[in-house]
Nanobody, 121 residues
Framework: QVQPVESGGGLVQVGGSARLTCTVS????????MAWYRQAPGNLREWVAS???????NYADSVKGRFTFSRDNAKNTMYLEMNSLKPEDTAVYYC???????????????YGQGTQVTVSS
């Protein structure tokens, strides 16, 4: 079964750092576009960062300059390095991956279950 799995969340102090990891489990052919989203209590889910198959990385204005998206293709893994964390970064963070399961198959988005990040003073 194909499934992105997030890890690395937890309690972090204001101004601190954390790195989230998302690994896609299961047999797949390729991962194309990838993205991180987050959802704070009482808020809608919002886009945080994305990486396109063309190599472009984009960030929401709220995290630009503080968060860095990277990936390890050999490990089917992507990372979100978060620095200078603020209380408003507190949320459940979700990774999404557009996956092609077989060489001739169609691409489909898969979603992780999320990992909690709490930024506290």
């Amino acid at each position: 079964q194909v499934q992105p799995v997030e890890s690395g969340g937890g309690l972090v102090q204001v101004g601190g750092s954390a790195r989230l990891t998302c690994t896609v489990s299961g047999n797949i052919f390729s991962i194309n576009n990838m993205a991180w989203y987050r959802q704070a209590p009482g808020n809608l889910r919002e886009w945080v960062a994305s990486w396109t198959s063309g190599g472009a990385t984009n960030y929401a204005d709220s995290v630009k300059g503080r968060f860095t998206f990277s990936r390890d293709n050999a490990k089917n893994t992507m990372y979100l390095e978060m620095n200078s964390l603020k209380p408003e970064d507190t949320a459940v963070y979700y990774c999404n991956a557009e996956i092609r399961r077989t060489a001739g198959g169609r691409k489909q988005w898969y979603y992780g279950q999320g990992t909690q990040v709490t930024v506290s003073s």
